[in-house]
């Protein structure tokens, strides 16, 4: 991407310090994990104990899942937000970043603009390793995510070189690719659609509820591709190609298939690598966020 030129957003605090938090994974964390799965199989059935499961088999066993569930051990130091900081002090995986989101900033309030409307933009907080947000906390393993309750993206930017090596997607555009695609929940957000996609999840079966947040979830893939498609001058050649292989490295067939499982479908919450490649193309190369609408199209 051509970023040099590129106003970076202000709209971003950094957390620092770590969080106390239990040993992870399936060694020194199964006593943990004894009394998790029954609360997350209680508020998310088996599909979401088979996540998580996945999830470690993925990281290694290396997920801390006392910090990702909020149950603090310890005594240790909890994580401090702080507001903007002078830019001297940002690394340049942060600069870039907060590059990408000034685009995103600027590209949607053109949108919001044609309607009317004001954007309200949201806020991007660093963090590294554990954290904590208004959904809960923080965890690098969970990647990066977008928190409805304060409308905030949390992002430890490590994640962004664990693309290169464990998904091997390299280059800049995963990462504009995976910053805008957290703007487009944030976009579900302020539209009012995240609130009834939710209040929908409540009262259907399992299955029915994964099934909708794979077309919220492939929404903002193509999201990302209406913010990319309408900055073309950040484009160069190969950004495509690497946008494409980014979200098919993080299709759920592919991450089960890489966890050892066969993949299946009812326990999608992401989508399919074929599916997430084909909304953001069709984001790329419409550019018009009412092409998005996963949930009137009969087949996603």
Not at 40 to 51: K, T
Not at 54 to 62: N, P
Not at 132 to 150: E, I, K, L, N
């Amino acid at each position: 991407m051509r970023l040099d030129d590129e106003q970076e957003s202000s709209n971003f605090e950094i957390q620092s310090g770590r969080s106390g938090g239990f040993g992870g994974g399936l060694g020194g964390g199964g006593n943990l994990l004894g009394m998790l799965l029954p609360m997350i199989g209680s508020r998310f059935g088996c599909a979401g104990i088979a996540v998580v499961l996945i999830v470690m088999a993925v990281m290694g066993g290396g997920l801390d899942l006392g910090s990702m569930f909020g149950t603090q051990g310890g005594g240790g130091p909890q994580q401090q937000a702080e507001g903007p900081k002078n830019t001297g002090e940002l690394t340049d995986i942060q600069r870039i970043s907060l590059k990408v989101l000034g685009s995103t900033e600027r590209r949607w309030q053109e949108i919001f603009s044609a309607e009317g409307q004001q954007y309200p933009a949201p806020t991007l907080v660093f963090y590294s390793q554990n954290g904590m947000s208004g959904c809960g906390a923080a965890q690098s393993a969970m990647g990066p995510f977008y928190c409805p309750a304060d409308r905030k993206i949390y992002l430890d930017t490590d994640f962004f070189e664990e693309m290169k090596t464990r998904f091997n997607a390299p280059g800049d555009f995963p990462i504009g690719y995976i910053i805008a695609h957290e703007v487009g929940h944030h976009i579900q957000t302020v539209t009012g659609l995240s609130d009834k996609v939710r209040s929908a999840q409540q009262r259907a079966s399992e299955a029915e509820g994964n099934a909708l947040q794979v077309r919220m979830e492939l929404q903002a893939d193509c999201y990302a591709g209406v913010w990319a498609a309408r900055d073309q001058n950040l484009m160069e050649p190969g950004d495509l190609e690497e946008g494409m292989q980014a979200a098919h490295a993080i299709g759920d067939d592919t991450l089960m298939r890489g966890a050892g499982r066969a993949p299946v479908e009812s326990m999608f919450t992401h989508g399919s690598s074929e599916q997430r490649m084909r909304w953001l193309r069709r984001g790329l190369e419409s550019g018009n966020p009412a092409d998005c609408d996963t949930f009137s199209a009969t087949a996603i």
